[in-house]
């Protein structure tokens, strides 16, 4: 896919992730719209995006309420006539054992990782789907594909995620929309310093922490080739590969790094 001249919209899109992946699209001549709560980080996102692509915009919404997006939605396609391409990225996770977790942490995480997904992908598609053409890319987490001590809520709502783009490839694949699945390891972002981290063993855990900017150059190869699916870096490819392979090593793997954390 050629990325020039289409638009763009990127959740998430005033910090970690989603602000580096705007700011290279709009390098490469995109529309970028992004799409966040807090107002002063998406107007300095924004000014910084004008330097390269004057048409792009920012849009405070909160894509846990479905009514909120879809009103978003509408203004944006009212303004661009279309959305090529849609970037689900805005998500937290808190670092916390299952029996400490209140249903409340546990209920938000699940409608800003998950159903944030949903009801921006539900808002988008029909243009989509009118056109015959358009992407939904998905970022999920290795969190999708394994589950890790300390956050099992985390870990539920990344495997919601993956299982949903899986099933969104075959269902719009005749439908001339492309579907992306992409799975980082530990992300050097905001994120890991979100409340409940505190105890969390950086250094043991995430030895191989990579940079946002390696997520946003896979983004945009996945985007231009076409490609379904990856995870990233590669230690974290192999491992979800042995855990394929042979799980019961994997599962032993993962108790002998965590056992005696605190969680």
């Known amino acids: 896919m050629n990325i020039t001249n289409k638009v763009i919209v990127i959740t998430g899109g005033n910090s970690g992730i989603g602000k580096t992946t705007a700011l290279a699209l709009a390098k490469k001549k995109a529309i970028v719209l992004i799409i966040g709560r807090n107002k002063q980080r998406l107007a300095h996102t924004l000014k910084l995006l004008h330097i390269t692509s004057p048409q792009s915009n920012a849009y405070t919404c909160n894509i846990q309420n479905r009514k909120d997006v879809e009103h978003t939605i509408k203004n944006i396609l009212t303004t661009y006539s279309k959305i090529d391409i849609l970037i689900n990225n805005a998500g937290y996770g808190i670092y916390k054992g299952f029996h400490e977790s209140s249903h409340e942490e546990l209920r938000d995480m699940m409608e800003t990782n998950y159903f944030g997904t949903v009801n921006m992908t539900k808002a988008v598609l029909p243009s989509m789907i009118k056109n015959h053409s358009g992407a ?94 990856d995870i990233i870096p590669l230690n974290c490819k192999i491992k979800i590969w042995g855990k394929s392979i042979v799980p019961w090593l994997s599962r032993k793997v993962i108790y002998k790094i965590t056992r005696g954390e605190k969680y």
């Open 136 to 229: 939904i890319f998905n970022i999920a987490s290795v969190a999708g594909k394994a589950g890790y001590p300390g956050a099992s809520g985390y870990c539920a709502t990344k495997h919601a995620v993956v299982g949903m783009t899986e099933v969104l490839y075959y269902e719009l694949k005749d439908k001339g929309i492309h579907v992306h699945l992409l799975c980082p390891g530990a992300v050097n972002t905001p994120f890991q310093r979100n409340p409940g981290y505190e105890h969390f063993d950086h250094k043991k855990r995430h030895s191989h922490i990579i940079p946002p900017e390696t997520v946003t150059k896979k983004i945009i190869t996945m985007l231009e080739k076409n490609q379904f699916e």
